[in-house]
């Protein structure tokens, strides 16, 4: 079964219209971690959110918010008011158990791609 | 935020040859890197875990003869792939971990294509 399920290979925004991102997770492990990344063209993974399986509170980052919603195994990433440079594909990814102090192995979702129209 | 570099950012090689990707850790020392492969369209897909001072950990289904590892201090790590094919070519990325438990920095990745 598939660690990280993004159903939505892709989708078109409004700019300064929000957009929410799906991401379902299946882990028998209690402790978690997810992680939401942007990679624009050039390649590189661009850090955006992160949220603990134990944080009571959904993570938030300027213009991005994680919708977690533990028992559905859900971890949808919010993004406000679009921009024409948030247009870029859009990976959540897990780490289970407990964060290693050393770096941590993540497991993708397939990721899905954001055109973000003016 | 921290800071991981990669080298080549592309490189062409012919097939049946060798190439190394090194991968450093810019103002952190990472004791623990990792490699991913990204092909074209596709997610990121955990290649191995690279070690620093022991043998890399690689991941079910990658030849780890093929995709030789090397962690020999505590900022860089090497990839090499050796008796490069045209199936090989692909986008490699290495990635460390931060100060925080929740960081996980990448490289800017490398292109390799194999003619």
């Known amino acids: 079964a598939q660690k990280i399920t993004q159903t939505q290979p892709g989708m078109f925004v409004q700019e300064k219209e929000a957009v929410t991102l799906d991401c379902t997770y299946d882990?028998?492990?209690?402790?978690?971690?997810l992680f939401w990344y942007k990679q624009p063209s050039s390649g590189e993974m661009i850090f955006l959110i992160y949220q603990g399986s134990y944080d009571q509170q959904n993570a938030t980052e300027g213009r991005y918010s994680l919708n977690f919603q533990k028992a559905r195994k859900s971890a949808n990433l919010v993004i406000s008011a679009s921009q024409l440079g948030d247009s870029a594909m859009y990976f959540c990814a897990m780490r289970e158990g407990w964060a290693k102090a050393a770096g941590n192995k993540l497991t993708f979702g397939g990721g899905t791609r954001v055109l973000v129209k003016p | 935020g921290a800071v991981v570099s990669q080298h080549p950012s592309r490189v062409i090689c012919k097939s049946g040859t060798s190439v190394k990707i090194e991968c450093r850790s810019l103002?952190?020392?990472?004791?623990?890197m990792f490699w991913y492969r990204q092909f074209p369209k596709q997610s990121l897909m955990l290649m191995a875990t690279s070690n620093e001072g022991s043998k890399a950990t690689y991941e079910q289904g990658v030849e780890k003869d093929k995709f030789l590892i090397n962690h020999a201090s505590l900022t860089l790590s090497t990839l090499t792939v050796t008796s490069a094919h045209p199936e090989d070519s692909s986008f490699y990325i290495c990635?460390?971990?931060?100060?925080?438990?929740?960081?996980?920095?990448f490289g800017p990745g490398t292109r390799l294509t194999v003619l």
């Open positions: 882990t028998s492990d209690p402790s978690y971690g």
């Open positions: 103002d952190f020392q990472a004791t623990t």
């Open positions: 990635s460390a971990g931060g100060a925080a438990v929740n960081e996980q920095f």
